[in-house]
């Protein structure tokens, strides 16, 4: 073995130093926002909340929990993420395995591959697409969040190049055995397939609990709004909306939070789905980029 | 035979139907519909109505406000300071990255990088507000208690477009890292056993083995890059500005979603979308013929 040399131990230790500090500028931001979440107004106002919740309160999020509009599109959040996984994972799976067939199964494969393909190279723009959701009457409906992006091509491509990977023996034999195709892609292909299923059902459900654009224009009614495009208005475009700032009557609870600590206690919620199942299901998050960016 | 052949491939047939009616629906209408951008649009009209056509109006128009020019600088500027931070600071952490020995810090440092970027860009761009803000963020107060006058990150024209930069990168930059990440684990240890008998130190491994071994990733991931020149990052830049820093941060995307959607000016607006859309296929279509030639990438 050659002895590490001086050089490279100081590297070390500054590299150390350096990914550390990448590491903690990516987590310490959201420790402030939530120890700022957790303060009461006169600490907040004060400036002296920094990591840790000064005079530690649980009032902004009782306040959030308790505002109907919260829990109205954390509702409507819920209930597209079920809608829009199910409706996804169904039309990628049944797209993708006939796409993955070889020339001589389906001759006229390579052609419809590039009819989805061509929609990822080329779009309408906005306005067209806006005009097409429109015409088709889904505004103000949850099916304007599911229906329009309803088969993720990009899913598709890769799940069908993961079915073009798997062994062809086990297919031509449950052919001769006279399964049907129906029968071949649930009872072989999908079992096989599991792992790479998970990791798209995964960045399926975090795309739809993410999605806050079509929201916010799909939606005429506030009500009909999804988590994410409530947070937008409240938190970023700051318009005061019924029930975004505080009611004056609430003059007890005005004591204890502020504007702020209610904004950050949403922020935080908003994005708490995401980071409790972050920790868990890493290796499938991890396992998505694999997927996506290098194939042999 | 030719019958049995179709019977055998209808159900093939059947399961790409809905698939194909879905993306008949909501992206070839749409690309129809680029028609809006030759007419004065009235949607009560209906969207293949009887609309007043105006050849090229709209883009004649379109090339008399010098808004349009301001835009697409700030777009090219804002992508292309993007493409090359996010190409080169993951290189850069994923190689550091890789000189780490103790795997319990590396694949703790990798998992916390990697988070912000399963955030949306509402909350982040919430957290951002928070903490930047020039009166009660704590980056300013960070800034004062070392003397530094306060900074108005967000709502100075001068600082907005790298506010942008750094913030996307902030959040996006995990994901390339563990890309890269990834390729550096197909490279055979032997490379690197064989180099130590032979007495290269750390930076010439590095230099000589793992950053070869980085090469077809590196290429591919630059290449593909090329096609969002003009996709400054909407959702970052939509949460984040406001009138005051237009101009130096209005972007395309921004600039058609206010055009269109608030002011209701569809002709205008589909017009500079379709400028948008025709050069991004432009280059999204080389960029994967560049990647196919040089890194024998194929999408399918």
């Known amino acids: ?296 | 035979m030719v019958n049995d052949k179709f019977r055998k491939q209808l159900p093939l047939y059947l399961m790409l139907l809905p698939g194909m009616i879905v993306v008949f629906v909501y992206s070839y209408i749409p690309m129809i519909g680029i028609v809006i951008a030759f007419q004065r649009f009235i949607p009560a009209k209906g969207l293949f109505g009887p609309q007043e056509w105006v050849g090229l109006g709209n883009f004649r128009y379109i090339l008399t406000l010098p808004d349009t020019y301001k835009i697409l600088r700030n777009t090219v500027f804002i992508a292309g300071m993007k493409i090359i931070a996010g190409l080169v600071i993951p290189i850069v952490i994923a190689l550091l990255l890789n000189e780490v020995r103790k795997e319990r810090f590396k694949r703790s440092v990798q998992t916390i990088i990697y988070l912000p970027y399963f955030l949306s860009w509402v909350i982040f761009a919430g957290i951002l507000i928070d903490i930047l803000s020039p009166s009660e963020g704590i980056v300013n107060k960070i800034l004062e208690s070392i003397g530094l006058k306060p900074i108005y990150f967000l709502g100075d024209p001068k600082w907005f477009p790298y506010t942008m930069v750094i913030t996307d990168l902030w959040k996006n930059f995990g994901f390339s890292t563990i890309v890269y990440l990834a390729a550096l684990t197909s490279i055979s240890p032997t490379l690197y056993e064989a180099a130590e008998i032979d007495g290269a130190n750390r930076w010439q491994q590095t230099w000589y083995i793992t950053l070869p071994g980085m090469r077809a990733i590196i290429v591919l991931l630059a290449t593909l890059s090329l096609g969002s020149i003009l996709n400054a990052g909407f959702e970052q830049i939509f949460n984040l500005y406001s009138p005051q820093v237009y101009e130096t941060g209005d972007i395309i995307d921004t600039f058609v979603y206010r055009l269109g959607l608030i002011q209701a000016q569809y002709g205008l607006a589909t017009a500079v979308g379709l400028f948008k859309s025709v050069v991004s296929f432009g280059l999204i279509s080389l960029s994967y013929y560049l990647a196919y030639r040089l890194a024998d990438y194929r999408i399918f």
């Open chain 1, 1 to 296: 073995m050659r002895k590490i040399t001086r050089g490279e131990k100081i590297f070390s230790v500054f590299n150390y130093i350096i990914l550390s500090i990448a590491a903690l500028a990516c987590i310490l931001p959201m420790i402030h926002v939530l120890a700022v979440s957790l303060s009461s107004r006169s600490a907040v106002a004060a400036g002296v909340v920094k990591l840790w919740p000064v005079d530690f309160t649980l009032m902004s999020y009782k306040y959030v929990i308790n505002k109907p509009e919260f829990s109205r599109s954390l509702l409507v959040s819920v209930k597209r993420v079920l809608l829009g996984l199910l409706v996804n994972m169904f039309l990628t799976i049944i797209t993708a395995y006939p796409l993955s067939k070889d020339d001589h199964q389906f001759p006229y494969r390579t052609i419809l591959v590039w009819y989805f393909v061509f929609t990822m190279l080329f779009g309408g723009g906005l306005i067209p697409f806006y005009m097409t959701v429109k015409f088709t009457g889904l505004i103000d409906t949850i099916w304007a969040l599911i229906i329009p992006g309803a088969l993720p091509v990009y899913n598709v491509i890769l799940l069908l190049n993961f079915f073009r990977s798997l062994p062809k023996e086990l297919e031509e034999a449950a052919l001769v055995d006279g399964a049907s195709h129906w029968t071949i892609l649930w009872k072989i292909y999908v079992p096989l397939s599991l792992p790479a299923l998970a990791t798209l059902t995964l960045f399926t459900a975090v795309g739809h609990w993410n999605s806050w654009f079509d929201g916010l224009i799909f939606m005429n009614r506030p009500g009909n709004y999804p988590l994410q495009s409530y947070l937008q208005t409240i938190v970023v475009q700051q318009t005061i909306t019924p029930g975004s700032t505080l009611a004056t009557e609430d003059w007890k609870l005005l004591q204890i939070v502020s504007d702020r600590t209610v904004k950050t206690a949403q922020i935080f919620l908003g994005a708490l789905p995401i980071l409790i199942v972050y920790p868990f299901l890493q290796k499938y998050f991890m396992k998505g980029i694999v997927l996506g960016s290098l194939k042999e």
